[in-house]
């Protein structure tokens, strides 16, 4: 009889080469774009070893500081203690159930919290998922068996995730839907109204939509972003948030506040919307909900949540125990160190040092916030978007030992995400690299 043959998986050596390559970021940064798609856009060419509170270091031993906190997740900074010790708590008990099978009882008990909190009018509900994006795709499932509508209003300059309903959703072709389409259809777009297009651009632009495309009777919901974020740090105008709700209330659309970026203490309250005085029919929340762990939320008026029948939402990870037990610390946190009040005093400090560069250059055309959520704007000689600029400031930082990002629809701004946590020396020091950087780029 002959021997079997040996699969060629057993004949590769036994150490591949790979392994044998020095530890360092240009030999890792060689074999990311040799492993990883470049779809997966990465911004840095270093990696992360260990970080604590707003500093990081890299495999290299660099020291960085992080005004970036990872997309906004990390409002209680990195590797909070109480955070880790309640996760490392929860490592001890059990890591996985699946909620839908066996429940737990610290995600009902963290709904129950998420419920008093947000500013959202009568019995509140909640239920968890993982990440921003499929918070916002179980928003609109609930909106739709809600209302028994298709149709959903969002903003041009919009974020909100690249699964393929909340892509269909974000107002930004490039790089998020270019090449993806077609899209779900019934979803349309009108002018954010803050400080780039008026509220009356907004209700022209509303009002040829419901004479063009769609009528209101058909539209399940209007999704938008008090602050928005990917788009700019745009601030909505106020004007423009009672203006929604009494839109929605005349033809029975319900109305999302997607504040997964704007969220958790950043903007100076805990959540946006409390600065408008406005109850949304829904919330999506995400990243800093659990500091570094994976975890997301929809919660909205009861009688909406409840509308989809048993079986109609969840997720195998969706609630995972470490990511709501992270959360419970958070919330904790939040309260005990005074985050909301923190991020009005760190962006009222950081608005103060930008105002004086400002005034000194004609590339910054506009410093804004909500609470510490800041952008600086850079445009050209002749008042155009200019992202060459700000890819040169965030560069001139970066070089320093900064991390910062961009966004805006253009590319133009710089936004800024560090922790809220963040140590007053540390802060201070952040602040004299932007000092820095914005000299040696805009001499
Ligand atoms: N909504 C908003 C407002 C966001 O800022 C983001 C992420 N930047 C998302 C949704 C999507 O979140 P995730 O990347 O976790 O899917």
Redesign the pocket.
């Known amino acids: 009889m002959n021997a079997p043959q040996k699969p060629e998986y057993l004949n590769a050596p036994q150490k591949p080469e790979h392994l044998n390559a020095p530890h360092t970021n240009a030999a890792w940064h060689a074999r990311r774009l040799a492993a990883t798609p470049r779809g997966v856009g990465v911004m840095g060419d270093f990696f992360i070893d260990h970080a604590k509170n707003a500093e990081f270091w890299d495999i290299e031993g660099r020291r960085f500081i992080d005004f970036a906190g990872g ?2 997740v990390l409002n209680t900074g990195h590797v909070h203690p109480k955070i880790q010790a309640a996760i490392a708590k929860q490592l001890e008990r059990f890591t996985h159930s699946c909620y839908q099978v066996v429940p737990y009882t610290e995600y009902v008990a963290l709904a129950e919290r998420i419920n008093e909190l947000v500013p959202i009018d009568g019995p509140v509900k909640t239920a968890f998922f993982s ?6 795709e179980n928003a609109m499932k609930i909106a739709r068996s809600a209302t028994g509508r298709g149709g959903v209003i969002a903003f041009g300059g ?6 393929m309903f ?1 892509v269909a959703m974000t107002g930004k072709v490039q790089p998020y839907k270019a090449g993806f389409g077609p899209f779900p259809p019934e979803i349309y777009h009108v002018p954010f109204p803050c400080h780039c297009a008026s509220l009356d651009e907004t209700k022209r632009a509303m009002e040829q939509l419901f004479k063009c495309d769609i009528e209101p009777s058909r539209v399940a919901a209007i999704v938008f ?1 008090p602050v ?3 788009g700019g740090f745009n601030p909505i105008q106020p004007a423009a948030v009672k203006w929604l709700r009494e839109l929605c209330d005349q033809h029975g659309i319900l109305l999302i506040a ?5 969220g958790f203490a950043r903007t100076g309250k805990m959540f946006a919307m409390e600065h408008y005085g406005v109850s949304p029919d829904l919330m ?1 929340l ?2 800093s909900l659990a500091g570094g762990t994976t975890l ?1 939320a929809v919660c909205g008026k009861a009688a909406i949540m409840d509308a989809p029948a048993p079986g109609g939402l969840g997720g195998t990870y969706a609630g995972n125990p470490l990511a709501i037990a992270a959360s419970h610390a958070v919330l904790d946190v939040m309260v005990e160190e005074r985050l909301p009040e923190r991020a009005q005093k760190l962006g009222d400090a950081l608005v103060a040092r930008l105002s004086v560069v400002q005034a000194k250059s004609k590339h910054i055309s506009d410093v804004r916030r909500l609470g510490a959520m800041v952008a600086c704007e850079f445009v050209d000689t002749t008042g155009a978007p200019d992202a060459d600029t700000t890819k040169k400031v965030q560069a001139a930082a970066l070089k320093r030992g900064l991390l910062l990002l961009t966004c805006g629809v253009y590319g133009n701004v710089i936004r800024f995400l560090f922790p809220l946590t963040i140590e007053d020396a540390v802060f201070a020091e952040g602040l004299d690299v932007i000092d820095a950087a914005m000299a040696e780029v805009l001499a």
Request: glycine share 10%; hydrophobic share 35%; aromatic share 4%.
């Open positions: 997309i906004a990440t921003g994006a499929e918070a916002i919009a974020f909100h995730g690249r699964s909340a972003e928005q974020g990917e997607d504040e997964v970026q704007t999506t995400a990243k997301s």
